[in-house]
């Protein structure tokens, strides 16, 4: 059986998303951590603020994405003249070794310009994550649960995998650069079940987890552009802060500067999020697809 004894409860991966921020500067204190989050003092846990300098100038990141830097490979490359390169290393000290981690849980608080509400992402399909995003579930009806499990568990780049297991927090809506207080309780809340839901499991009390919906992860898809590569078309109004919600075969996905319609060809429904996500228009990605399934 799985017990988590220590973990590590991250914020500031990118330094525009304050949620996190700010919660692993409240929790750092007792008195608030008393208020917001006392469960964490049953277990051995520590609080980092991921990328000091871009949480200082407010920004994603300085030269590169952290979030993207934590495969062996990628640990294991030679120098890098990217600060987050040699970040990521240090974070694997820290935090890890990615092969031989440190911490039973990293939990790792991200914010999401889509209107994506409260998200637990976990990165595989295992008894252990299955049973904390049911317990989740149960909890807090109104969060989504978001599977990614298109590569196993250690092949993915994000910092949560320096931990034996590792999860992410995502919240939105919030702008890059905000802190809003209901994102804030949210995030608080979806820290203190994800905590419980460990210490039961660890003494063996986790209610029976009934079956609960979930989406998974499948692709993502870029914004219409013209042969200048420059986009020439925007997320359709059905879809605007409809994080979630399906999207039928010949629903329209955009509306082109020339007034027409794209539609979905796809086969099948698909539940899009991370719709219009600031952080991801410098790839061009309009949204994320995912099929919706029961856990
Ligand atoms: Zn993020």
Not at 28 to 39: D, E, F, K, W
Not at 215 to 231: A, D, G, H, V
Request: proline share 5%; charged share 15%; hydrophobic share 40%.
């Amino acid at each position: 059986m799985t017990t988590i004894q220590s973990i590590a409860i991250v914020g500031g991966t990118h330094g525009n998303e304050l949620t996190g921020i700010h919660t692993v500067q409240a929790l750092r204190n007792p008195q608030l951590r008393a208020i917001h989050c006392p469960i964490a003092d049953e277990f051995a846990t520590q609080y980092f603020i991921a990328n000091p300098r871009a949480t200082k100038a407010v920004t994603r990141y300085i030269d590169d994405d952290l979030n993207r830097q934590f495969t062996s490979q990628r640990l294991s490359a030679q120098h890098s003249d990217a600060y987050e390169s040699g970040l990521a290393k240090m974070l694997n000290h820290t935090l890890g070794p990615i092969d031989a981690p440190e911490f039973d849980l990293v939990i790792d608080i991200h914010n999401t310009t889509s209107a994506m509400g409260p998200t637990l992402i976990v990165l595989a399909d295992s008894p252990f994550y299955r049973n904390m995003a049911g317990y989740l579930a149960l909890q807090m009806p109104e969060a989504n649960i978001l599977l990614e499990d298109e590569v196993e568990y250690s092949a993915h780049p994000y910092l949560c995998t320096l931990g034996k297991h590792g999860v992410m927090l995502e919240l939105g809506a919030q702008p890059q650069g905000v802190s809003r207080s209901d994102i804030f309780e949210q995030c608080q809340a979806m820290l203190r079940h994800v905590l419980h839901y460990c210490q039961l499991n660890n003494h063996n009390k986790l209610p029976d987890i009934p079956a609960f919906s979930a989406y998974r992860l499948q692709e993502t898809i870029n914004f219409p552009c013209n042969t200048e590569q420059e986009i020439n078309g925007l997320i359709h109004a059905n879809l605007l802060d409809k994080d979630f919600e399906p999207v039928h075969h010949g629903d329209p996905i955009f509306t082109l500067f020339d007034g027409t319609d794209v539609l979905w060809r796809g086969e099948h429904t698909i539940y899009p999020h991370f719709i219009n996500e600031a952080a991801y228009q410098q790839s061009q990605v309009a949204f994320a697809t995912a099929s919706k399934f029961i856990w």
